[in-house]
């Protein structure tokens, strides 16, 4: 059974810090995406990594694909309250299902 | 472009009865798939439809039903209402099965 591992599970944090979440698996996925989801609303893609290795940015948001393609990073740069919300990391599997992580709440505070 | 739309947004049914929650995928997809949303299990992953076919199912009881019509509008049914089946059931669509998925609001389902 694939799953994806997401850390921390909580996040509370004072606007202007950096923070860094983490997405791993014991599988490979050939590609991982991130999506954020804020109350009363479905999640919302930010990004898909495909490459081992790759890194995309998204303004102050920075996410890392592992080499090995079983685990990917999210980095965000002087983070703003705007930025709160319950992010998800995803892989697809071969079996035309999406997989998910449990989950990141972030919290910052103004 | 229109979004997913899901409906009815929230929902409250008394146990033992029976719902059902509908789908509208963006225009051109083909591929919808639901998911059912708790704080403590997070997205699960209930089935997937493309043309009309079911692909993948979770692992969910036979209480929950899925269909998809031939403009790929999707339904979901949930028979025999228990407490624990209280979620937010989420609906998302893409063009392919390798494209990243667009996901509705949700329903949001009480079962008192």
Not at chain 2, 36 to 44: E, V
Request: aromatic residues 10%.
């Amino acid at each position: 059974t694939q799953l994806l591992e997401q850390s921390p599970q909580f996040l509370s944090i004072q606007e202007g810090e950096n923070l860094t979440v983490y997405c791993n698996s014991s599988s490979v996925f050939s590609s991982l995406q991130w999506y954020r989801q804020e109350p009363g609303e479905g999640p919302v893609l930010l990004v898909t990594v495909v490459t081992g290795g790759e890194v995309k940015k998204l303004k102050r948001l920075t996410f890392q694909f592992g080499d090995a393609r079983k685990d990917s990073s999210l980095h965000i740069t002087a983070a703003q309250p705007g930025d709160t919300g319950l992010y998800l990391c995803a892989g697809l599997t071969g079996g035309f299902k999406t997989i998910f992580g449990a989950g990141t709440r972030l919290f910052v505070k103004a | 472009k229109a979004g997913v739309t899901q409906t009815p947004r929230y929902l409250i049914k008394t146990r033992g009865q029976q719902v059902t929650l509908s789908c509208s995928p963006i225009s051109g997809h083909r591929s919808v798939s639901w998911y059912q949303q708790t704080p403590g299990q997070g997205l699960q992953f209930l089935f997937e439809y493309f043309s009309e076919t079911q692909r993948n199912k979770g692992n969910f009881p036979g209480r929950f039903s899925g269909r998809q019509f031939s403009n790929s509008r999707s339904e979901m049914n949930v028979s025999t209402l228990e407490l624990g089946d209280s979620a937010l059931y989420l609906c998302a669509s893409s063009p392919d099965p390798n494209s990243p998925l667009h996901f509705g609001n949700g329903t949001r389902l009480t079962v008192t």
